[in-house]
């Protein structure tokens, strides 16, 4: 099958999934249960706001990720046709800094959302943040389901696990904190035994599928989220790579690779083409009476496309 030239991160769930096709599904019978046609949503479904930046002389889309705060992945996904490692200098990149929240899950606590590599934060009478985020890789998948923060840890010791022990032989028992710990300087522990929610030394790590199954985030992210989380704070890990928000009436339709094609941009630079089934029947469903309005043309496009960016998609 011929590799599609990524102009829009895949919300797809895995191709074939069952439970990716089913957690979709679900999501989208609660956006439209919570939010309704547009006349009756009262909470903002979109955060944040797209800008660009120009590539500097000697620059990388990974050093501009690291630099921006963004994912390193999303920001390929969002600049098609940019060449990641000698990006022209002055070129204009799109910052996806613009983010729906993932509609089927609650908004509370902390939300990792493993479809389109980010972490969102609801604090009480704040509004809702997000982080790009690493997750595990192949083989070493972040679970999902609901669980809480268990503890918290400033300077944590690595003790490295028996299964990653037996991948890597050379490790040691435990790694002390300093610049070889990958934990970075603050850890929250989850309550699922041997997941965390940590910063990193290995910063162009963040938004890849890279990790043994934790979450990492940029050093500077991780240090303002530790500081206003408090212990017992719910945490919901979701896989929802297609998201539907409306704002100011209007309908918006993010999608994102799913994570096999995720893998496909970081190893080749493009990802094979993967239908969407019922999508239209979704979109339906969550427009109700605007539904004639829907640009289908459109929606198609971003449906192939798969960057990851929010867009209206009724007219």
Not at 105 to 116: M, T, Y
Not at 128 to 155: C, D, F, H, N
Not at 252 to 272: C, K, M, N, R
Not at 293 to 311: I, K, M, T, Y
């Amino acid at each position: 099958m011929a590799k599609s030239v990524w102009t829009a991160r895949s919300g797809a769930p895995v191709p074939g999934s069952r439970r990716g096709a089913g957690l979709l599904l679900a999501g989208l019978v609660a956006l439209a249960a919570a939010a309704g046609p547009p006349a009756r949503a009262q909470v903002p479904d979109l955060i944040g706001a797209e800008r660009t930046v120009a590539v500097k002389d000697g620059e990388t889309l990974l050093d501009i990720a690291v630099r921006e705060g963004v994912g390193y992945v999303e920001l390929r996904a969002a600049n098609p046709g940019i060449d990641p490692w000698i990006p022209e200098p002055g070129t204009k990149v799109l910052l996806p800094t613009a983010h729906l929240l993932p509609p089927a899950a609650p908004r509370r606590g902390i939300v990792v959302n493993v479809g389109d590599l980010r972490l969102y934060y609801f604090a009480p009478g704040k509004p809702p943040a997000s982080y790009p985020i690493g997750i595990g890789q192949e083989g070493w998948g972040t679970p999902l389901g609901a669980t809480q923060v268990a503890r918290k840890r400033v300077k944590p010791t690595w003790v490295v696990p028996a299964s990653i022990r037996a991948e890597r032989p050379d490790l040691p028992a435990a790694v002390p904190p300093g610049p070889d710990n990958p934990l970075g300087d603050f850890a929250l522990d989850l309550g699922w035994p041997s997941y965390l929610i940590h910063g990193t030394n290995k910063p162009d790590g963040v938004g890849r599928r890279v990790s043994h199954g934790c979450i990492r985030l940029y050093p500077r992210d991780i240090e303002r989220l530790f500081a206003e989380v408090p212990i017992g704070t719910p945490v919901t890990v979701v896989d929802q790579p297609v998201k539907f928000g409306w704002v100011g009436g209007e309908l918006y339709l993010e999608i994102h690779p799913s994570q096999a094609q995720t893998d496909e941009i970081e190893l080749e630079g493009a990802f094979s083409p993967a239908p969407i089934p019922d999508l239209a029947s979704w979109i339906r469903q969550v427009a109700d009476r605007e539904a004639g309005r829907v640009d289908w043309d459109l929606v198609a496009r971003v449906a192939e496309e798969r960057r990851g960016v929010p867009v209206r998609i009724t007219r």
